[in-house]
């Protein structure tokens, strides 16, 4: 079987990074979670109660993704990688979860953040991808954390 590194990556480009280091280390296929109307820098301005993250999050949105992973059951194991916003998962990466049939699979969460720890991020995301062998959480700064 195979192993996925999947990533949301905001403006800053953390976590696209580590995806990237990781999928190299892992000899992984990789896919960029990318909303099909991208985020601009005002759309990311969380301090600004009306920007489009706040009004997603807030009002429990879907956010449509760009593209699909060709034959997603080939993988038998999924490294997720987001930002954290506001404890959680982006809504473009729940949407994105919620695509797929996740039974048996192994999923690894990684989460780039500035200043949110990981909290419950893993049981946050369980909805999304139902009937995973296993999951765990880990909040990292680059692929050798993993």
Excluded: Q
Excluded at 18 to 36: M, Q, S
Excluded at 86 to 106: E, L
Aim: charged fraction near 25%; glycine fraction near 8%.
């Amino acid at each position: 079987m195979k192993t996925l590194v999947a990533f949301f990556s905001a403006e800053a480009g953390r976590t696209k990074r580590v995806g990237e280091e990781l999928a190299k280390k892992l000899e992984a296929d990789i896919f960029e979670i990318v909303p099909e109307k991208p985020y601009t820098k005002a759309d990311l301005s969380y301090m600004n109660p009306l920007a489009r993250c706040n009004r997603e999050k807030f009002g429990k949105k879907d956010v449509p993704v760009s593209g699909r992973v060709e034959n997603f059951s080939d993988y038998d194991t999924v490294y997720i990688g987001f930002p954290i916003w506001y404890g959680a998962a982006p809504n473009v990466v729940n949407t994105f979860c919620s695509a797929y049939d996740w039974t048996g699979k192994k999923v690894h969460v990684f989460a780039t953040s500035g200043g949110s720890g990981i909290g419950k991020t893993a049981e946050k995301l369980a909805p999304y991808i139902k009937g995973v062998e296993s999951v765990d959480a880990k909040l990292v700064h680059n692929a050798e954390e993993l």
